[in-house]
């Protein structure tokens, strides 16, 4: 038998090298972080610089002596600093040049009292003429301590600290495997590799990720629950790698409990098992289960003996199948600390999951920018889902995507292609469980009482009484939450967890057309509108086409909408979107007629004009011929007004005002706002400047609106030189304006003298948006 290298001696000895340019700056920082976490043991907190809005970002703490040596020379205790520089280029040298701004910061930070010691972290080349020089220049600033740490101090720390890689595992995919594992692992890693260096490409550690590690080291036993598409596979997979590198564990992905049996080798006890889907991929399979309960003992005498074992699970078809596994017998499937939620996924983490699938995706740059506004509602979407991140950055999935906000909301919060996949694969009682809740609207009571017309649904989709009783239970806190619906507490029973579930599961019965009525019945206006299509040449991507003779039924709805929405900004888009996008001209024709009073209401109109619906809404209603003289005048006439009082330009370019207003109207409009905006400029800038608010925005960010109109006029009057020298004096008075507002606040507080001009969500903790970058090449 040949003797296998010692662990620890790698296949390929010599100097690593790791991609480090190929991190986003928001990665390279994340990974500058855990050096500083996992490598020097020190506490830190970060900081947005205030004159970069913390570009490169920082890190700043009290050093404490680590207990053991930490790969630089001593730090002495006190304050530092920790400053990163990363470059998208490979190969590249820092220059003293390139921190000509950080030699001025440090000198502030060190008048702080914050920098006794400073740390530059980079994944460029230094070379030793400007390490010294950049030395010099920071012991000159007062700095007590300087360490100038390189790219390849970088690639040499992850080579010889496996703990690192395993909080970073996206550097298994960075570099050269021969270069950190020995040759046993080695083989096996690259051929696990194969598949998973995309998804290491684009993985974040995450508190679920960190919990499993934990109980995989501490435990040997992973159960890794969730929702479909909440990432359980791919951490399982990472942890493969992880166990690979940092225990020695020979991966195996055994597809059951008989896979596991074939596999497992009492004389090789360093093996990592993983199983997807172990008790039924869709639905609980219950022979997959009676065979884990068979083996139980065995996984249990291999975990004991080295090896460690892990398995994925949908949440609710775990829950049926825990009632078969004898928990008694094995306390550890019973112990919280093995259980892993995998939907457990924060803010910060969420934001880098988009960044990746976005960054690393093959989305044309066009797109990214055209998608950059909105990644952060898209990382707050609720229920967020990886996977739907995934499919955003990929162009086959979002050929027809509408690049706004409303569109790319609904991608991530209603995947209906995605939740339709998930249904279809249901069996007949999970399916007629479901369609019993949604044909019941709010709640389907407990205990169940079928009447003529559920029992019709039920022998529609195949599902039996006692099967739908049985799925009930385990479709509960998954797809169902059971108890009193908001509004009557007498009652309790099942009712979608979650209103997109209930949505997508809608998509689903849609394509039945014998189940259509059921869709109209029993649902809210807000489920319906965005689902629907009362279109009789149709629309793509819409889920169900209304025939004419239901046509009533929606007008119905809409009559609520508008009665539920009167304030409601937010629930009002979602029927204008409805009435101007998916309704032919006989349908709005009824509508007119059954509600002419909307329709005057749709002409009340307020700024600003490229976010309101009710233009677009008008302008579709024109195109069918139902726009009257009198309600023309009305549009005319609102529109004059706020194209001066706000001021709004966006009846100059928006398509909406090229079918509402004819080229003389246009032309009208226009002289109408060269003559009056110039001489009442200065009272619209002074009621502007009154409704500032600086706890709500920074004046660049509030004035932004007003200076984006202006620019709008300027366009539009670019042939009329006395009314572009006009607009233009409005422009230098806003920045004045702004530059006022500034001063004023910096004298009220000094500590907050910040340049404005790149907007972060405030709680983003870098003050950048991780997102700056996701349209560069």
């Known amino acids: 038998m040949t003797d296998h290298p010692r662990k620890g001696t790698v296949a390929a ?12 700056w928001r990665a390279f920082q994340d990974l500058c972080a855990a050096v500083l976490r996992e490598v020097w043991a020190q506490s830190v907190h970060t900081f947005a610089d205030s004159n970069d809005g913390g570009r490169d970002g920082a890190f700043y703490g009290t050093w404490r002596q680590p207990p053991d040596p930490i790969g630089v020379q001593d730090v002495p205790d006190g304050p530092f600093v920790l400053q990163c520089k990363h470059t998208k280029k490979a190969d590249t040298t820092l220059t003293p040049s390139d921190l000509s701004d950080e030699f001025a910061k440090a000198r502030a930070l060190v008048n702080r009292g914050l920098c006794g010691s400073y740390v530059l972290l980079t994944n460029a080349r230094v070379s030793g003429t400007s390490e010294a020089t950049i030395r010099q220049q920071l012991l000159d600033a007062g700095v007590g301590h300087v360490q100038v740490l390189d790219g390849q101090w970088i690639c040499d720390t992850i080579a010889t600290r496996q703990r690192l890689r395993t909080f970073v595992p996206r550097v298994y995919g960075l570099g050269d495997l ?30 679920a990720y960190r919990h499993a590690v934990q109980a995989a080291e501490e435990h040997g036993f992973v159960l890794l629950l969730g929702e479909p598409g909440v990432g359980k596979s791919v951490i399982a997979e990472t942890l493969a790698m992880t166990a690979l590198d940092r225990w020695g564990c020979l991966p195996v992905q055994a597809h059951d409990a008989d896979g596991f049996e074939r596999h497992w080798n009492p004389l090789e006890p360093d093996q990592f098992f993983w199983i997807d889907d172990a008790f039924g991929s869709v639905r609980h399979e219950r022979h997959l289960t009676d065979n884990w309960v068979r083996r139980m003992q065995k996984v249990m005498v291999a975990v004991r003996s080295g090896a460690k074992v892990v398995l994925t699970s949908r949440d609710y078809i775990y829950r049926d199948a825990r009632r078969y596994l004898r928990e008694y017998a094995y306390p550890l499937l019973n112990e919280q600390q093995v259980v892993v939620d995998a ?21 044309p740059r066009e797109v990214r920018s055209s998608l950059k506004p909105h990644l952060h509602d898209a990382a707050d979407a609720d229920p967020f889902y990886p996977e739907a991140a995934r499919r955003l950055g990929l162009q086959a999935f979002t050929r027809r995507l509408h690049l706004n906000g409303r569109g790319i909301a609904d991608f991530m919060t209603r995947p209906s292609d995605y939740l339709r996949a998930i249904y279809n694969e249901l069996g007949p009682d999970e399916k007629t469980a479901l369609a019993l809740i949604y044909q019941a609207g709010e709640c389907l009571p407990s205990p169940l009482d079928l009447d003529a017309a559920q029992h019709d649904v039920a022998n529609r989709l195949g599902g039996t009484i006692a099967g739908v009783n ?39 019965l849609a394509t039945d057309p014998n189940l259509i009525r059921i869709f109209l019945a029993s649902q809210s206006w807000r489920t319906i509108l ?22 009533p039924r929606v007008i ?11 304030e409601n900004w937010a629930g009002q888009m979602v029927w204008h979107e409805f009435l101007a996008s998916r309704c032919s001209d006989g349908f ?36 069918a011929g139902l726009i009257s003289p009198a309600h023309h005048q009305l549009i005319i006439e609102r529109v004059a007004k706020l194209a001066v009082e706000s001021p709004d330009a966006g009846w100059t370019w928006l398509p909406e005002w090229k079918v509402l207003l004819t080229d003389a109207e246009r032309e009208q409009l226009l002289t109408h706002v060269k003559q009056q905006l110039p001489s009442r400029f200065d009272q619209i800038l002074q009621d502007w400047r009154n409704n500032y608010n600086p706890d709500e925005t920074d004046p660049h960010t509030y004035f932004e609106e007003l200076e984006i109109e202006l620019n709008s006029y300027q366009k539009a009057f670019a042939d009329d030189t006395d009314a572009v020298s006009a607009i233009e004096q409005a422009l230098e008075k806003t920045t004045e304006t702004i530059w006022a507002i500034d001063d004023e606040y910096i004298l009220q507080d000094p500590k907050a003298a910040a340049p404005h001009g ?4 405030a709680d983003a903790p870098h003050g950048r948006s991780i997102f700056d970058d996701i349209d560069d090449d």
């Not at 000895?13 to 986003?24: C, I, M, N, Q, R």
């Not at 924060?346 to 989305?363: A, C, F």
């Not at 119905?556 to 009167?566: G, I, S």
Request: aromatic share 8%.
């Open 343 to 363: 939907t457990q996924i924060s803010p910060e983490e969420r934001r880098q999951i988009v960044y990746n699938h976005i960054k690393l995706g093959d989305q």
């Open 178 to 207: 021969s270069q950190i594992l020995d040759e046993r692992a080695y083989t096996q890693g690259k051929a696990l590799l194969g598949h998973l260096r995309d998804k290491l490409a684009t993985f974040v550690v995450t508190d």
């Open 470 to 508: 049985q799925v009930l239970q385990t479709l509960t806190d998954t797809f169902l939450t059971f108890g009193s619906p908001p509004s009557n507490d007498t009652i309790t029973g099942w009712s979608f967890r979650h209103p997109t579930l209930q949505e997508g599961f809608a998509a689903f």
């Open 556 to 566: 119905d709805l809409l009559r609520t909408a508008d009665q539920e929405t009167r």
């Open 588 to 623: 709005l024709t009824l509508y007119a007629q059954a509600q002419p009073d909307a329709v005057i209401r749709m002409t009340w109109f307020t700024s600003f004009l490229n976010v309101v619906d009710e233009p677009r809404v008008l302008a579709r209603l024109q195109q």
């Open 13 to 24: 000895p010599g100097s690593p090298d790791f991609a480090l340019h190929t991190l986003g």
């Open 758 to 761: 790149h907007s972060a969500p």
């Open 530 to 551: 965005p689902r629907i299509d009362c279109n009789t040449g149709g629309q793509t991507g819409t889920l169900l086409r209304v025939p004419p003779s239901l046509y």
